[in-house]
């Protein structure tokens, strides 16, 4: 019912800059937490950063300070800003997304397929 689609996604220059972008659509009433997660190979997807309807936020350590989740509701949209980027931001990046479809209160989980980040260095 919901799909997501992230973009942005690419090889950056050292200490470069990024911008994220995550389109949900389909059948939405509403989308609570919206978020970007990463992984590497055989580890554990993380968390990057969320912002919840409200637009309460949530940085991962590691990207905290040079970093900047936001969103757009009227376009379902969420956005990740990222500077300085370091090698170890290399990670396939998910898109996440909290999601009522019919306004019962009732939400689901839903991902994106995940855009490749390579810090070129």
């Known amino acids: 019912q919901v799909q997501l689609v992230e973009s942005g996604g690419g090889l950056v220059q050292p200490g470069g800059s990024l911008r994220l972008s995550c389109a949900a659509s389909?059948?939405?009433?509403?989308?609570?937490?919206m978020g970007w997660y990463r992984q590497t190979p055989g580890n554990e997807r993380e968390l990057v950063a969320t912002i919840d309807g409200d637009g309460i936020t949530n940085y991962a350590e590691s990207v905290r300070g040079r970093s900047t989740i936001s969103r757009d509701n009227a376009k379902n949209t969420v956005y990740l800003q990222m500077n300085s980027l370091k090698p170890e931001d290399t990670a396939v990046y998910y898109c996440?997304?909290?999601?009522?479809?019919?306004?019962?209160?009732?939400?689901?989980?839903?991902w994106g397929q995940g855009t490749q980040v390579i810090d070129q260095s």
């Open positions: 996440y997304a909290n999601v009522d479809h019919a306004g019962w209160g009732v939400y689901n989980d839903y």
């Open positions: 389909g059948t939405i009433f509403k989308i609570a937490a």
